[in-house]
């Protein structure tokens, strides 16, 4: 008999992890690391659903066994190539008849099979119930072309736990932020590998984030945990506008230029039609650095604006000049110094205050 596991079981335990959901279920979401395995293809999943309401249960389900049974011995071939170890964990939808079925298969050969009680349904329920568990949180702030997203891979290299929203959705935040990027997963994938993450942090010390929005691009962030951002303490990291344009340029300056166009194009009505035109016409002269001095003006005033409604401490932080490294290295030095502050002493801070 197959092992029955809650998420949190599941999850844990060791074994090769197999999404037996039709093509098109995984594609929408899935678990983590799971590979597709699935039983039906996406037609022959609509076959057996057509069967089952028009016909009832016994039918489809003898239907069923007529499609997957000439699968069987390649589900167990595949399997002892994927789990050479012959521990494999199984789940389906809601834990029924698809992730049964393959699991009987596959422990008629011999393997040690566990399954997720509920099926990929209970997982999504645990996944939207973890952001409401509240944790500790920095969040890290700075204008367009600052470093954030490097200081934040430099930081999780220090130790310090990180959450990296942007790289979870292939998407930097902006409407230049899918150039050269792999396409988006479903906010509904994205939740998933959020979920694994946020579950795995302790309570010890401060997950630094990202400032974002509550869309990176076609991806939203859960309400809960965007709720916990903007109640989060601000570290806000600044750096020279030459700094800041150079970083851009090398960032974007191998990026096609009819997609450097469109981008700039999608903002026009924010950034005026006369800066929209002169800023695509120095795209279009490789003039790349005085491009991005027109845009930074839009994104400025959009991201002050962001930063004056949040009603939390803001603690600037000036890493001009300073490495990816050293700027990480300086803001642990300055959440350190906030933790080691007196509490009693927190009431007298003002809102903003400059930690070199």
């Not at 595949?78 to 809601?94: G, I, S, T």
């Not at 959705?169 to 993450?197: C, D, K, M, W």
């Not at 409604?309 to 990816?324: E, K």
């Amino acid at each position: 008999m197959p092992k029955l596991l809650s998420v949190e079981e599941f999850l844990q335990t060791p074994g090769v992890l197999l999404d037996v959901r039709s093509p098109s279920e995984y594609s929408q979401g899935h678990i983590p690391d799971a590979i597709s395995f699935p039983l039906f293809t996406d037609a022959e999943r609509a076959q057996v659903g057509t069967c089952y309401k028009q016909r009832g249960r016994d039918q489809a389900v003898e239907l069923g066994f007529a499609l997957a049974g000439p699968k069987f011995a390649q589900f167990i071939a595949d399997a002892k190539v994927l789990a050479p170890d012959r521990r494999v964990r199984l789940h389906c939808w809601r834990g029924g008849m698809r992730s049964e079925a393959v699991a009987w298969v596959l422990e008629m050969a011999g393997m040690e099979v566990s399954l997720l009680i509920g099926g990929y349904k209970a997982f999504r329920r645990w996944a939207q119930a973890s952001f409401e568990r509240p944790k500790p949180l920095i969040i890290l702030g700075g204008m367009t072309g600052t470093g954030k997203t490097a200081i934040l891979h430099a930081l999780a290299d220090l130790g310090a736990p990180v959450l990296d929203l942007e790289r979870l959705a292939s998407h930097r935040g902006s409407s230049y932020g899918g150039l050269g990027l792999p396409p988006q997963p479903s906010t509904e994938h994205f939740e998933n590998e959020i979920a694994v993450r946020w579950a795995a942090f302790g309570d010890d010390q401060p997950i630094w984030i990202e400032a974002e929005s509550k869309r990176i691009g076609t991806c939203r962030i859960p309400e809960a945990l965007f709720q916990q951002m903007e109640q989060a303490t601000v570290l806000e990291i600044s750096r020279s506008r030459p700094e800041r344009l150079a970083a851009l340029v090398e960032e974007y300056g191998s990026a096609d230029r009819q997609e450097l166009v469109a981008a700039t194009e999608r903002i026009r009505k924010r950034l005026g039609g006369l800066r929209t035109q002169q800023a695509i016409e120095l795209i279009q002269q490789n003039c790349l650095a005085a491009a991005f001095d027109l845009i930074l003006d839009y994104y400025d005033k959009t991201y002050t604006y962001d930063l004056q409604r949040r009603n939390v401490a803001i603690y600037p932080v000036d890493v001009t000049g300073l490495s990816v490294i050293d700027s990480a290295k300086r803001l642990l030095d300055v959440q350190q110094r906030l933790t080691n502050r007196a509490p009693e002493s927190d009431a007298s801070l003002p809102l903003s205050v400059h930690l070199q």
